[in-house]
């Protein structure tokens, strides 16, 4: 009998322990909750956090977030207005603001980021095909900076006349987005595009004229080179031509000075003393003409053996 008294308590003990322990829950600060009871909402929202009493086995608690979410798109291929196909990547921050409108229309998280899977997606896709490539990327309506020998690139007015950037196509489709989450209790704080991209077949379009229109320049930046060396070597041949003759023309002043002055010399010496000069002037000749391979053959009135002879 003992023993199943023990046993009747056990049971009454665990009985009341189950009761109390599904009576109370505790709230967090991040947390807002909604009772519900047999699958319906009963009371108010409960946001205030702390120690929470609902009736056990009957009511279930069901816990949300109170904090910021994120929702992050998947990078879709979007047609611009100008017919031009981009990728587009998007993030946004939402919030629950009316727990009891949430768990009705969307139960939970996942039906809340699939709701808004369609709502950001949509309002993208229209404001994106409203609007010019030019203005999805840019953000403001700065002038571009245009390189002087970009003459196959548009004018700089026409590049700066764009009526909106990529930030406020950003604000146009959260505008629209909040338009139409009013009713589902939650709120978009933010919508931001993350990136944008062209397809991979206009991509390589874009790059190879990059590339065509960066090595043009190039080309023409290394004719201009080539023209310069040109102007600078001719420059340079032109100056070695002056130094050249202005050195000829010196060399051959003082050449015909140095013989001017040699004839004089010559003259002197001749009129001082006519028969030396002739005989200084015939060796000199002959040093000059003749080597060791040379026969010479001279005759008896010759003025060369007349002079040998008379030195003997």
Request: glycine content about 6%.
């Given at each position: 009998m003992k023993r199943i008294g023990m046993l009747v308590g056990l049971i009454i003990l665990l009985l009341v322990l189950s009761v109390f322990g599904g009576m109370f829950y505790i709230v967090d600060e991040t947390q807002q909750v909604i009772i519900t009871q047999f699958g319906d909402p009963v009371g108010e929202p409960v946001v205030n956090p702390g120690l929470k009493v609902k009736t056990p086995f009957i009511q279930k608690a069901n816990f949300f977030e109170k904090r910021f979410l994120e929702w992050d798109g998947e990078r879709n291929q979007i047609p611009t207005r100008d017919k031009r196909f981009i990728y587009v990547d998007t993030y946004a921050r939402w919030?629950?603001?009316?727990?009891?409108?949430?768990?009705?229309?969307?139960?939970?998280?996942?039906?809340?980021?699939?709701?808004?899977?369609?709502?950001?997606?949509?309002?993208?896709?229209?404001?994106?095909?409203?609007?010019?490539?030019?203005?999805?990327?840019?953000?403001?309506?700065?002038?571009?900076?245009?390189?002087?020998?970009?003459?196959?690139?548009?004018?700089?007015?026409?590049?700066?006349?764009?009526?909106i950037g990529r930030a406020e196509i950003a604000r146009e489709v959260?505008?629209?987005?909040?338009?139409?989450?009013?009713?589902?209790?939650?709120?978009?704080?933010?919508?931001?595009?993350?990136?944008?991209?062209?397809?991979?077949?206009?991509?390589?379009?874009?790059?190879?004229?990059?590339?065509?229109?960066?090595?043009?320049?190039?080309?023409?930046?290394?004719?201009?080179?080539?023209?310069?060396?040109?102007?600078?070597?001719?420059?340079?041949?032109?100056?070695?031509?002056?130094?050249?003759?202005?050195?000829?023309?010196?060399?051959?002043?003082?050449?015909?000075?140095?013989?001017?002055?040699?004839?004089?010399?010559?003259?002197?010496?001749?009129?001082?003393?006519?028969?030396?000069?002739?005989f200084t002037k015939s060796m000199t000749t002959l040093k000059e003409t003749l080597d060791k391979d040379t026969v010479l053959v001279l005759g008896t009135d010759g003025e060369f053996l007349r002079y040998v002879e008379q030195s003997k």
């Open positions: 919030q629950i603001t009316d727990p009891l409108k949430y768990f009705q229309r969307l139960r939970d998280e996942r039906g809340a980021q699939s709701r808004l899977d369609d709502i950001l997606d949509g309002e993208t896709r229209n404001a994106i095909a409203n609007h010019d490539l030019l203005e999805v990327v840019r953000t403001t309506t700065r002038e571009f900076e245009v390189s002087e020998d970009d003459t196959d690139t548009k004018s700089d007015s026409e590049f700066a006349a764009i009526k959260l505008k629209n987005s909040q338009g139409r989450v009013t009713d589902l209790g939650i709120s978009i704080l933010d919508f931001r595009f993350k990136r944008i991209n062209y397809v991979e077949e206009v991509r390589r379009e874009v790059y190879q004229r990059m590339i065509s229109e960066r090595k043009r320049i190039a080309e023409q930046f290394r004719s201009e080179g080539e023209g310069e060396a040109a102007n600078i070597g001719g420059e340079q041949e032109k100056l070695l031509q002056e130094i050249t003759s202005v050195a000829y023309r010196t060399a051959e002043e003082t050449k015909g000075k140095a013989d001017a002055q040699a004839a004089d010399i010559y003259a002197r010496a001749y009129n001082r003393d006519a028969d030396f000069y002739r």
